[in-house]
T-cell receptor, first 114, second 118 residues
Framework: AQSVTQLDSHVSVSEGTPVLLRCNYSSSYSPSLFWYVQHPNKGLQLLLK??????LVKGINGFEAEFKKSETSFHLTKPSAHMSDAAEYFCVVSDRDSWGKFQFGAGTQVVVTP | DTGVSQDPRHKITKRGQNVTFRCDPI?????LYWYRQTLGQGPEFLTYFQNEAQLEKSRLLSDRFSAERPKGSFSTLEIQRTEQGDSAMYLCASSSGTGGSFYNSPLHFGNGTRLTVT
């Protein structure tokens, strides 16, 4: 069975400072992991994905995430937050055992202050 | 790639009424998913199709819910005898996963249909 835990429900950062969103997963098989962003009244947009290639994955808008198997983590980072990064972020896991069902975390709400 | 489109964007209905939502996936995508999202929660899996075949339904999907994907193109999600607890955002997504790659092909989401049951 697969599951995903986002360790922070809310994160507040100042514009220009680093962002860290934490995600831990559980999977019986080698997982695929994704981060999605959801702006208010918008659909979910893919930020990046890990599918067993390089462990450091670069995504859109300056975000990146590192897959750490030993820690079962897939944390999302950005060196310098922008006001437009204010949104909800979801960590997602999928694996062969899940028959294509993608399991979402509860989400992390990011607030960016000037 | 025109993206995934969902109709309507918003639906307000009275308790006990039936509602139907439509999803048009990205044209070359063979997998189509329905998720439900309530305020402050992550999307929850409801059901998915591979072409026209409905492969799995979540236990969240009571007998009042039914989904179809005729001819493997668009899909509809119908809720009969709506209840206030059905109020949520209903999200549709599609992906191009084939063979053993279905679990690492990312989902492409529509903007959702927000249902309010009064």
């Amino acid at each position: 069975a697969q599951s995903v835990t986002q360790l922070d429900s809310h994160v507040s950062v100042s514009e220009g400072t680093p962002v860290l969103l934490r995600c831990n997963y559980s999977s019986s098989y080698s997982p695929s992991l994704f981060w999605y962003v959801q702006h208010p009244n918008k659909g979910l947009q893919l930020l990046l994905k890990y599918t067993s290639a390089a462990t450091l994955v670069k995504g859109i808008n300056g975000f990146e995430a590192e897959f750490k198997k030993s820690e079962t983590s897939f944390h999302l980072t950005k060196p310098s937050a922008h006001m437009s990064d204010a949104a909800e972020y979801f960590c997602v896991v999928s694996d062969r055992d899940s028959w294509g069902k993608f399991q979402f975390g509860a989400g992390t709400q990011v607030v960016v202050t000037p | 790639d025109t993206g995934v489109s969902q109709d309507p964007r918003h639906k307000i209905t009275k308790r006990g009424q039936n509602v139907t939502f439509r999803c048009d996936p990205i044209s070359e995508h063979n997998r189509l998913y329905w998720y439900r999202q309530t305020l402050g929660q992550g999307p929850e899996f409801l059901t998915y199709f591979q072409n026209e075949a409905q492969l799995e339904k979540s236990r969240l999907l009571s007998d009042r819910f039914s989904a179809e994907r005729p001819k493997g193109s668009f899909s509809t999600l119908e809720i009969q005898r709506t209840e206030q607890g059905d109020s949520a955002m209903y999200l549709c997504a599609s992906s191009s996963g084939t063979g053993g790659s279905f679990y690492n092909s990312p989902l492409h989401f529509g903007n959702g249909t927000r249902l309010t049951v009064t």
